[in-house]
């Protein structure tokens, strides 16, 4: 058990339709709330912990991966989901099946994290372990069931699980190989009929019933998910000043001008008459509720 674990796969197909006209001009991975895209700065925090190889599965505007990969050319390598506009997530992993043969990290595109996120996972005992945060109230949560550690349920209605919610879903998770193979296995038994399965909701619960998964809560873990306008604005103003800051990183944060600029200021507006503190918690980290 805890094999050393030097690769990682980044899930970077998604159209990025809820944000939008940015949705339309870039992959959300290329979103920059310092002096780099996202997804670069999450290459390097890997590079920190000791990942040597990371897989990159694209799909939407593809070609803006091309440039990152030559700045990496001996670590990232690229591989393509052609049937991005239509499917799942899950489906995006299937596609890096061939490439993938040792236990991975499994990372999203669109996330924002500390350091702790990923040595959390790579110190934890165990194999599978899915990583949780405390509660935010910050949009979109994915509520994650447990019993006595492991993964039961995930769901984005948290009155549909049982009474043991332990925390949500952050979107960083390691994966072995055997769960791995029987992730995909239950992909496949679907594939027939839809591609439209979400790796974590449908797959990884699947898989879990057949291996234990563990599930490790970080409560007061500085992350978060940039699925719309209204999550960007948490992320720049709380969020990635919190990592900078635990993470004793000075790189410069990021700052709107022209069009974007005056329409983030004014979401920004909306959201503090609308929302206050539930949405905005303190410095940059998910709150327990």
């Not at 900078?244 to 983030?264: F, H, K, V, W, Y």
Request: aromatic share 6%.
């Amino acid at each position: 058990m805890n094999a050393i674990v030097t690769s990682s796969v980044i899930l970077a197909a998604g159209m990025g339709i809820r944000m939008e006209r940015r949705g339309k001009r870039m992959p959300k991975g290329f979103l920059r709330l310092g002096d780099r895209p996202i997804i670069e700065e999450s290459i390097s925090r890997l590079l920190e912990v000791g990942v040597r190889r990371i897989v990159i599965v694209t799909g939407h505007l593809a070609g803006f991966y091309h440039a990152l990969q030559a700045r990496y050319p001996d670590v990232v390598q690229l591989v393509h989901n052609p049937y991005y506009a239509d499917s799942g997530s899950m489906y995006s992993l299937y596609c890096a099946r061939r490439y993938v043969r040792e236990d991975f990290l499994l990372l999203e595109s669109d996330l924002i994290y500390e350091r702790q996120a990923l040595t959390t996972l790579l110190e934890y005992p165990e194999d599978n372990v899915v990583l949780l945060s405390g509660f935010t109230k910050s949009s979109d949560e994915v509520f994650v069931q447990t019993n006595s550690g492991c993964l039961v349920a995930m769901s984005k209605d948290r009155d549909s699980l049982g009474p043991h919610v332990a925390g949500e879903l952050v979107g960083i998770s390691k994966i072995s190989q055997r769960l791995y193979r029987v992730m995909l296995q239950k992909a496949v038994e679907r594939f027939h009929t839809t591609r439209h399965m979400d790796y974590e909701t449908d797959c990884l619960v699947a898989a879990a019933r057949v291996i234990p998964v563990n599930c490790h809560v970080v409560e007061d873990l500085a992350w978060s998910e940039m699925d719309d306008e209204w999550q960007l604005i948490r992320a720049r103003d709380k969020v990635y000043p919190a990592i900078l800051q635990r993470d004793n990183q000075t790189a410069p944060i990021a700052r709107e001008s022209g069009q974007d600029g005056r329409r983030l200021r004014n979401l920004r507006a909306a959201l503090s008459d609308r929302a206050g503190a539930a949405v905005l918690p303190r410095e940059g980290t998910k709150n327990p509720q």
